[in-house]
């Protein structure tokens, strides 16, 4: 039972590149998550999906777009990157019952040059 | 939206000293606070929760109290220890189906032996 994984751990970009971030989770959770973690403003949240096939905007959903084709995966796109994006990004999941923790991925750290 | 506050952003305490950590929200229709804890390099974890139908929860150590009237929460560590260092985050559910968190942003707690 891994959890919640993420690949990769680390990148580094120019600016202007594309690239995906992966988050999987074996727990059979409907909710899934992607912040970002920037030094002094805590986790705010990207973007979020509460089931298969859905999705929705979080605090920062700028510059960014996800998908959830499949239940245990919850993908991370940066179309066309800034340095602004340099960060820590976390994935979470949770399950839709009565408890409501949320479980976090190790966390890439991403460098836009 | 909602908006949570967290107090102070760094607390420094002497081993077996309490330490407590005050966040402020927002949004009076929140009803779900979650702690989370993320030592240095590693995911944020759960540590304790309330629901806004109860006034205090205690696990072992660490306590929170909620005062639903003036929109604060606190987190009461006693009897630290140096392995509780860490970054603590506040954070708050802003809608009924409880599927959204709206962080703070951080308290680093350093215990001294």
């Known amino acids: 039972n891994a959890g919640v994984t993420q690949t990769p751990k680390f990148r580094v970009l120019k600016t202007g590149q594309s690239m995906t971030l992966l988050c999987a989770q074996d727990?059979?959770?409907?909710?899934m998550y992607w912040y970002r973690q920037d030094p002094g403003m805590g986790l705010r949240l990207i973007h979020y999906s509460v089931g298969e096939g859905t999705t929705a905007k979080g605090e920062v959903p700028d510059g960014y777009n996800v998908s959830r084709l499949k239940k245990q995966n919850f993908l991370l796109g940066l179309e066309s990157a800034a340095p602004s994006q340099t960060s820590v990004y976390f994935c979470?999941?949770?399950?839709?019952?009565?408890?409501?923790?949320?479980?976090f991925g190790p966390g890439t750290r991403l460098t836009v040059t | 939206g909602e908006n949570v506050e967290q107090h102070p952003s760094t607390l420094s305490v002497q081993e077996g000293d309490s330490a407590v950590i005050k966040c402020t929200y927002s949004d009076s229709a929140s009803n779900y606070f979650p702690w989370y804890k993320q030592e240095l390099g590693k995911r944020p974890q759960l540590i304790i929760d309330?629901?806004?139908?109860?006034g205090e929860k205690k696990d072992q150590r660490i306590a929170v109290t909620l005062n639903k009237t003036a929109k604060h929460f606190s987190l009461h560590i006693t009897e630290t220890q140096p392995e509780d260092s860490a970054v603590y985050f506040c954070a708050a559910s802003p809608n009924t189906g409880f599927q959204k968190l709206v962080f703070g942003t951080g308290t680093r707690l350093l215990v001294s032996p």
């Open positions: 309330i629901r806004s139908n109860v």
């Open positions: 727990m059979n959770h409907e909710y």
């Open positions: 979470a999941s949770r399950s839709a019952g009565t408890r409501h923790e949320q479980y």
